[in-house]
C-alpha cells in the first residue's frame, strides 16, 4: 500500500487503509481485532474452520500499523469461573504474536458484543472514526453481535470474512452443522444489513 500524501492526510496523521479498493471502505477504519486470545489456541472439542486466520489478521495488523491507522484490540473477561478466559488465566491473555502495542487501545467485554459496557462507542466518536473493520473469533459469536451493534449504531461495519472464524455446532434442530456452515451463516446474516463482508485482499494492497 502507498502512503497518502495528501493534505488531508498530512492534517490527520492517517493514511488511507483501502486506497484504489472500491468506493466502500472509508480511508479512516479502526481495525476491532476480537478475541484473539491464548485460550483461543487451545485445544477445542470443535473443530473450526479459516486455519489461516491469524495469520491474515496479523497481515491486516502489520498494515494498519504501517499506516498509522487506529487499531482496538478486543478481549473477553469471562464471568464463569473455571472459563479460559477468567480473570488471572493464561487463556485471557492476548495471543503474542497479535498483542497490543502500548499505543493501541484495549477493550475488555464481559458479553459477546464488544459495544456493550465498553466505552467503544464513544472512544470511536471522540476521535471521528466513522468505521470499523472486524476480524478475529468467532464468527457466530463474539464477530457477530458486535458487527450488528456497530451496524445499528451508525457505523460503516465492515467484516473480513477470511481473517474471522467459527467451530462446527448443533443448529436448533440438533443437526450438527460444519465449521464453515457456521461460518457462512453468521456472514450470510451480516451481509447488506448490518454490515458489509470482504475479504482481506480487499483491504491490503500491493505497494
Known amino acids: 500500500m502507498r502512503p497518502d500524501t495528501s493534505p488531508k492526510a498530512a492534517h490527520t496523521g492517517m493514511a488511507p487503509l483501502a486506497a484504489n479498493v472500491g468506493p466502500h471502505l472509508p480511508a479512516l477504519s479502526a481495525l476491532l481485532v476480537v478475541d484473539m486470545q491464548v485460550g483461543m489456541t487451545w485445544p477445542h472439542p470443535a473443530t473450526r474452520n479459516n ?16 499506516n498509522g491507522g487506529p487499531v482496538v484490540h478486543i478481549r473477553h473477561i469471562s464471568r464463569t469461573p473455571g472459563s479460559p478466559f477468567w480473570p488471572g488465566q493464561p487463556g485471557v491473555e ?14 475488555e467485554k464481559n458479553v459477546p458484543d464488544a459495544f456493550i459496557n465498553t466505552g467503544l462507542e464513544r472512544w470511536l466518536h471522540a476521535r471521528a472514526i466513522p468505521s470499523v473493520v472486524i476480524v478475529g ?11 450488528r451493534t456497530a451496524g445499528n449504531l451508525g457505523f460503516k461495519t465492515f467484516v473480513v470474512a477470511d481473517a ?19 461460518h457462512a451463516m453468521a456472514l450470510g446474516n451480516l451481509d447488506g444489513e448490518y454490515a458489509t463482508v470482504i475479504h482481506a485482499g480487499q483491504v491490503v494492497q500491493a505497494a
Open 51 to 66: 486455519p489461516a486466520a491469524e495469520q491474515v489478521i496479523a497481515r491486516l495488523l502489520q498494515t494498519w500499523r504501517e
Open 164 to 182: 474471522t472464524f467459527a467451530f462446527e455446532r448443533p443448529d436448533f434442530h440438533g443437526v450438527l452443522r460444519s465449521a464453515e456452515d457456521v
Open 137 to 147: 473469533v468467532s464468527t457466530n459469536n463474539s464477530v457477530e453481535s458486535t458487527a
Open 94 to 107: 492476548f495471543q503474542p504474536a497479535l498483542a497490543p502495542l502500548a499505543t493501541e487501545h484495549v477493550v
